[in-house]
Structures are given as structure tokens and as C-alpha cells.
DNA sequence: TATGAATGAGGCTTCATTCAT
DNA sequence: AATGAATGAAGCCTCATTCAT
């Protein structure tokens, strides 16, 4: 092995470490508060020394920004994935989906997304998250585009398709961690089979009526 | 003036310092976040001593738990003041538009909620607040019954309505406060209304057959 | 009644209230921690407001001082209405009678009195404490001095007689309130008994005799 | 120097400031009250940050109950230190000089320990002094049994001899930091040997019979 | 005179970040 | 590069004392 081969070596157990770091740090600001979770308690969880995170992260903060941004990317990912020649459904589907898989974790980022908002320092990662995030909504856009054009929806701006699922997604996570209605929503799978239809057919045009007809017969 | 007239004015004024204190707090939370918030700024704002804030209240947390529980109150007294015989609507409409007046109000207090729910010594006023809560949620669900009742929504357990619409709400409310999203959605009006459209919609019964037998003209 | 004596009254009302606050004062101090007692709290067992505290007494520690005072006064009170022509031993004995009666409230002073010590705006009634101890201590020596003649007393300063069985019986009370003895002193009679009688033999000049000739064998 | 020795090294130093700020705090408490002493003081005192502190100690009270500890430890080393066949009555001697050798030291530690009784969270660390004491007593107990059982001592359960002395000792402590009697004893070389001296025959079995015997005549 | 709301100095503790090794 | 001891700003809270009514 020559010195490059190393030195590239060191750089793939470097960046490995990183993302162990991230993970890490995920995982415990999930499990507690993540004003809860010092640094030192990451460290020790990897196994690291304190002053190591900061050989990777120049701040708590950016540790932060760096989730949100893995995040988003990972559902690029996803996005990515899927064949342009796919159902044009799956797309969203797979978006909300993914959105939806751990409630707890889509809160987490609504919140450390807002305490990121304020920090000039962080300015320049937050540019990229929302670089990302735009590219994702454009895909999404197409698709929804798509599906106007052939009258399978509402025939409003595109991003309000986009909002409205957001926000349904967004109020089921927030619904989901409310200490109160947890407790009063005895019928979970009835009730979120409820929501997701009225997800589903908020804006469809086609779908509102092919219910008419079901229930006509 | 006598003696008790003097203590009732003392009291008056106590009581009317403890809200200036509670109206400066959340002026104070919804501008920063309420972590950057110190007891001492809030005192500062207010024009009194920072020992005084310990007087009405224990803790820092519990200024957050009253204001939950002002809020609430609040909801309680607009959702009191509508008469029996009001279009039975009115309720939840009332109910909907207070959560969605102020949204950054309300994601604050979404958050402070969580901030709240661990802390032992807060018990009691939590329970109080839940109380307060339940029986505001009570009498929508009064409201929700008659109308499926009616046959004017779909008769399933009336908290889907309800859970349905608050999770709208909220997700409505976290669109709102989001960076990305607040800048992308360009004709806000146009897209709440269609939101709002979607939420009365959600579960309406009638609603969907007429728009059924309207398609099949 | 004329104002001369609704002005007497008043006082004595005024001195009442001050043993009042000095009784309350000294129940607290015995039930909890001085430290952890508050000039509220004793004005709340009082049932008169904190601000009425301060018009009997200058400060905090003013009421440490008038408790010291007080309970020396007491103990004055005690040796004075004993009659010259007494055994004189009773003298003694009710000393340190007293002194041990009540061996928490005799920690307490002690901790009062070292809390004092330094304060120079005590001064004035921390002398006056002295004051009366050391007549109180005079009328034992003058005792003492009286057994040492008769011959009763080993023949050395009289303070060596106060002083020992003073730090004798400091000493049991130290004992009787320290957490680990208390639970280590099975037989607590037989043991105190054991204690006293060692120390009303301490200085016995008989008992010196004894030896002495014992060790002339 | 290998990592190991490094490591080893800063864990020496580690430990060694630890029993510097004990060092300091313990001076200082014994020059002001302890309550004056402030943790900013102490680490001002040690010429480190106040932060510091925290590192080494979970909190001011964890720092009283470790001097305890180290105190009793101390003694502990005395005691051991003892060869088996020294004269028995050593070990007795050792241990009240120890204990006698700085009085005010001795008092603070009084105090120390009824301040840190309380607190839950000292649980753990105030079992462990208890154990060490217990282990000391019980040296002291074997010493006192074996002298009870050469005649040499009244024959009462070993730990009234230890208790009465210990009575004794802190007594003479307590007149020691008297404000009073501090100044009324003039000859205090001759005022303690005459104490001791009572100490020593307290419990003495010779005496005892002496006493007797004169009391049958 | 009695009151109790207001005060603010001051204490303890936390933790993100730095830096010498 | 990795470490972790050291730092100190900053936060929360307490309570003796004051003072206007």
C-alpha cells in the first residue's frame, strides 16, 4: 500500500467516522431533548474524545444543519431512484411516505431546522439544505404538473398540492407526539386510514367522483 | 377606602402585574426563541426586579405552563360565548380560526407543551390544562355529533373529525413557520382557502355526493 | 383607661409579640436547618407579616443573638431562686441540668453563637450575652470555690471544674445528635448514666485520695 | 514516555489537583464559615477556572463529604499504621490526639456532616465514611475489649468507653472554639492534662473499686 | 404600626468550545 | 489527528432587607 492508497484510506475511515458521529447524534437527540444531549454525551456514545467532534463539526450547531441536510438528501435519494416511467403516484407516495416513516425524527428536524434558522454562521449549509430541498419539490412538482395535465387534479398551482400534503404530514407527526390526543385517539389505524384517504383525495378531481359513482350504485 | 377595599385593590394590582409579566413573556418567546429568553430579560422588559418574577411564579417553566393554560382558557371563553342556537358550525369554525390566527403563537406553544410534559413539578398544572382542554374538545365533539347525527358527516368516531381537522391546523401552522416553504407559496390567500376547502371537506358526507351528482350532469 | 395606659398596653402587646417571634423563631430553627428557615417562614408561623419582623428586630441574626440571650437569661432565672443556704451541689446540678435537657436547642445555640462571632453590628448584644454568662459562671465558681474549701473539690482553678463538665456535657450532646453514635449506643441509659457518673467524680477530691493511697501500695 | 505512562501521568496530575482544591477548600472553610466560602472562591484560591471545580466534584456539598471522607481516612492510616504488639494503650492515645490535634478542624467536620446527612444524593459517598468510621471504631472496640479483659477497664460494653471518650474529646473541641471560655481559661496547658487525665481513668477499672471500697467503709 | 411586594446581590451549576499534549 | 482537562459566560433561583401604602 503507497501513500496515497493510505492517505485515501484515512480519508474513507475519517468520513466513516463522520457519519457515525451524525448517527449517533441523531439517535440520542431522538431519545432525549437535544438541548438534553451535550456533546460530551455524543462523544461518549461513539467513543470518541470530545475534541474530536470538533476536528469534524466546528459547532453543536452545524451538527445540526449536517443532519438536516443528510436528511434531505436522503430523500433525494429515494426520489432519485424511482423510474421517470414509473406509476406517476409512486413518486408521492414514496415522498410522504419516507416523510411519514418516523414522526419523531420529522419533528425533530422541524425543530432543529428552526434554531439553525437565526445562525449567520451556519448561513452557507443552510443555502445548500435548501438547494436540495428545492430540487426535491421540483421533482415533485413534474409529477404533480403531470397529473394536472391529465386533469387528475385540481387545476391550482402545483405548490399547492405540495403544501397542503405537507402540511397533512406535518399535522399527523405533530398529532402523533401530542401528549393529549394520543391518548384520546383510541382507533389509531382507523384514524390514520381516515386522514390519508382525505390526503389522497384532497385535491383529486377524478377520485371525488369515481366515490359519487361507488356510491350511487 | 377601607381596609379590605385596599387589600382587594393590592390584589387587583398583583394580579394584573402577573399578566403583564405573562404578556411580555410570550411578546418575548414568539420574537427569540423562548430558550434564548432569560428570566432576567423578561424582567428587564417588564420594568421590574427579577427576584419579582419568583413571586408570581415558581419557575421559569411554569410561566410557560400558565401560558399554555391562558391560551387554552382563552379558546374556552370564545367557545362559551357562542349560544346554543347558533348555526352549529359557527363552534367549529370559531375553534379553527382561533388555532389558526396566530401561528407562530401556536407552534410556540406546541413547543413549550413538549418543553413541559417531562417536569414532575408541574404536574398539577399540567392536569389542569388537559383538563381545560378535554372540555373544550368535549363540546366540539357535542357539536361533531349532532352534525353526523344530521347526516351531514361521515359517521365515524367524532375525534376523527376532530383529530383530522387539528392535525390540518397544525400542519397548516408548521407550513406557516417553515423558512422554505413561507417563501414558495406565493398566493397565500388562494392556498389557505383551498387548505380550508380540503379541511371542511375532509370528512363531509353530503359534500362529496353532491359533488358526485354534480359531475354526473 | 387614659392613653398612659393603652400605652402600656401597647407595649406589653409589643413584648408579647416579640417572644412570640422569638419562640416561633426557635421552634423552626430546632425543626429544620437555621439556614433553611427563611424570615418569611417565621413570619408565616407567626402569622404576621415579614415586614413586622423587622420592627422588633434589625436582622436575622439580631434574633440569633436575643435567643442566646434569652436562653442565658433563663438559666440566670434558674441559679438565682435557688437559696444560698441550699445543698450546694444543686447549684451544679441544676446547671447542667438544664444545659442538657434539651440537647438539639443546645447544638443549635452553639452553632448560633459561632454564626455571631464575627458580626460587628452584634457586638453590643453579643457583649451583653457574655455579660450574663459570666455571672452565671461566677455564681457556679463561687460554688465551686466553696467545695474546693471544704476540701469536696480537687484544689485547681474553679474553671477547670465548669470548664470540664461544661465540655462533658457538650460533648453528650454532640454524641447524642451525631448520626453515627446515635445508632451505635445500644444501652442510651446505661450509658449516660455511666457518663454522669465519671463526671460528677471528675474533679471529686475523694476520689483523687483514693488513688493517691492506692498508688502508695 | 509510551501513551500509557503519558496517561498515567495526567491521571496523576488529575488526582493531585483534586487533593489541591480539597487542600484549599478545606483551609478556607476553616478560615471563614464554610457558607461564606463560595465554590468561585475556592477555585479563585486554587488559581483555576470555576468550571474546573465541576470536573473534579458533582457539587459543593459532594466536596464536604470527600473532606470527611479524607479525614477519616486519615485516621484510618493511623490506626493501621499501629504495630499489633505495641503497647495496647496506643492506638487509644493515637486516635484521641488525632482527633484533639486541631479542634477547629474537628468542629468544621461536625458540621460538615450534619449539613450532607440530608441530602439523598450524597447516599452513596456518606455510606462510605460511615464504613470507614465503623472499620475504625472497630479497631478501637478490639483494643477496649482486650483491656476490659485484663481487668484493666470496667467491664460495660466496649463502645461506652469509646463514646464516653469521644463525648470528652468533643467537648474539649467545642470549649476549644468557644468564644467565652476560649478567653477564661487562662492556664490551658494545665486545664487539658487535668481533662485528660479524667479522661484516661473515666472508664479505669482500679479506680472504680477504689471508690467502692471507700464507699463501704 | 403593620404589611408584603419588590428588590438585586450573589450562589450554584452547566456546557459549548479551546488548546496543550 | 485525537484527546480531555480547563474554561468562563451565562442561566436559574433564593432570600434578607427595604419601603410605600
Redesign the interface.
Known amino acids: 500500500m503507497d501513500g496515497l492508497e493510505k492517505a485515501t484510506l484515512r480519508v474513507k475511515e475519517f468520513r466513516k467516522r463522520e457519519q457515525l458521529i451524525l448517527d449517533t447524534a441523531l439517535k440520542l437527540f431522538l431519545e432525549q431533548?437535544e438541548?438534553k444531549v451535550t456533546v460530551e454525551t455524543i462523544a461518549d456514545a461513539v467513543g470518541i474524545g470530545k475534541g474530536t467532534i470538533y476536528k469534524h463539526f466546528t459547532s453543536k450547531q452545524e451538527i445540526y444543519v449536517l443532519l438536516l441536510i443528510r436528511y434531505e438528501e436522503e430523500l433525494a435519494g429515494i426520489l432519485q431512484n424511482i423510474q421517470p416511467d414509473d406509476d406517476k403516484d409512486r413518486l408521492v407516495r414514496e415522498y410522504f411516505q419516507f416523510r411519514m416513516a418516523d414522526p419523531a425524527r420529522y419533528a425533530l428536524f422541524?425543530?432543529l431546522?428552526?434554531?439553525c434558522?437565526?445562525d449567520e454562521s451556519l448561513s452557507r449549509l443552510i443555502e445548500r439544505l435548501?438547494e436540495i430541498?428545492?430540487s426535491n419539490?421540483d421533482q415533485l412538482e413534474t409529477v404533480i404538473k403531470a397529473r394536472i395535465a391529465e386533469g387528475k387534479l385540481a387545476d391550482?398551482?402545483p405548490?399547492?398540492h405540495i403544501?397542503?400534503a405537507?402540511?397533512?404530514?406535518?399535522?399527523?407527526v405533530?398529532?402523533c407526539?401530542?401528549?393529549?390526543?394520543k391518548d384520546?385517539?383510541?382507533?389509531k389505524e382507523?384514524?390514520f386510514s381516515?386522514?390519508m384517504d382525505?390526503a389522497v383525495k384532497?385535491?383529486n378531481r377524478s377520485r371525488?367522483?369515481n366515490?359519487?359513482?361507488q356510491?350511487?350504485e
Open positions: 431533548d438541548d422541524d425543530r431546522e428552526k434554531k434558522a437565526q435548501h430541498r428545492e419539490v391550482v398551482p405548490y399547492f403544501a397542503a405537507w402540511a397533512l404530514v406535518h399535522g399527523a405533530g398529532l407526539s401530542s401528549e393529549f390526543y384520546r385517539i383510541e382507533d382507523g384514524f381516515f386522514l382525505a384532497m385535491g371525488l367522483k366515490v359519487d359513482e356510491e350511487m
